[in-house]
């Protein structure tokens, strides 16, 4: 039990369509870390929100955002869903974006696009 | 840019014996390291991590792992393997000016035969 929730655990959309998941972070954490882990591979970096900004962003392209909140919760917005997003989301929490923090992930949301 | 490489994208042992998991990275300065697990349906949960000091690292579950400088290696080990260590494990890289945001391996899937 790392205290990091997500939602929806699963969800199937279709190609164009948006979709929104969601990420409660542990209590006090101000830095939330999104990654996407397609099917046989390992997680990427997506980007990174530090106090509600955004703090860094891997190779993916702008209909991916983001938004982090006050209560510690932040969201992943995909725009213009394509086949190739069908994957795990993962969302990783941490104290602070110092160095001596570990990282929670929370167990995952499953998108499928058809 | 940094990488890392599993060689094994699949490894099966007996119940009992030794398990070694082998993960090579590619960073110009000194990275910081990890071990992480995943079983099915679950998010990642952090074995170990080396940051610097002493290269032999303990972590939970019994598992150590060892950072050697020479070979850009940072293996994983456990001399007795349980039949819970089934899962898929992930080596992972970061950098001390890019807290929690994580270049992963491709993972190495572990089955413990009875």
């Known amino acids: 039990e790392t205290g990091v929730t997500q939602s929806p655990t699963h969800l199937i959309k279709t190609r164009g369509q948006q979709v929104t998941l969601r990420c409660s972070s542990q209590?006090?954490?101000?830095?939330v870390s999104w990654y996407q882990q397609a099917l046989g591979q390992g997680p990427q970096f997506i980007f990174q929100?530090?106090?509600?900004?955004?703090?860094g962003r891997g190779n993916f392209p702008p209909r991916f955002s983001g938004l982090q909140f006050p209560n510690y919760s932040s969201e992943l917005n995909v725009n213009a869903l394509e086949l190739d997003d069908s994957a795990l989301y993962l969302c990783?929490?941490?104290?602070?974006?110092?160095?001596?923090?570990?990282?929670?992930f929370g167990e995952g949301s499953r998108l499928t696009v058809l | 840019a940094q990488s890392v490489t599993q060689p094994d994208i699949h490894i099966t042992v007996s119940e009992g014996a030794s398990l070694e998991l082998r993960c090579n990275y590619s960073?110009?300065?000194?990275?910081?390291l990890f071990w992480y697990v995943q079983s099915p349906g679950q998010g990642l949960q952090l074995l170990l991590k080396?940051?610097?000091?002493?290269?032999l690292v303990q972590g939970i579950k019994g598992f150590e792992a060892e950072f050697k400088r020479s070979q850009s290696s940072f293996n994983l080990r456990k001399p007795s393997v349980h039949w819970s260590d089934a899962a898929e494990y992930f080596c992972?890289?970061?950098?001390?000016?890019?807290?929690?945001?994580?270049?992963f391996g491709a993972g190495t899937q572990v089955v413990v035969t009875p």
């Open positions: 990783a929490s941490s104290l602070d974006i110092s160095n001596t923090g570990e990282l929670f």
């Open positions: 209590s006090g954490h101000n830095t």
């Open positions: 929100y530090y106090r509600e900004e955004e703090n």
């Open positions: 960073y110009g300065a000194t990275p910081y």
């Open positions: 080396y940051f610097s000091g002493d290269t």
């Open positions: 992972a890289v970061g950098a001390a000016d890019s807290w929690g945001k994580l270049q």
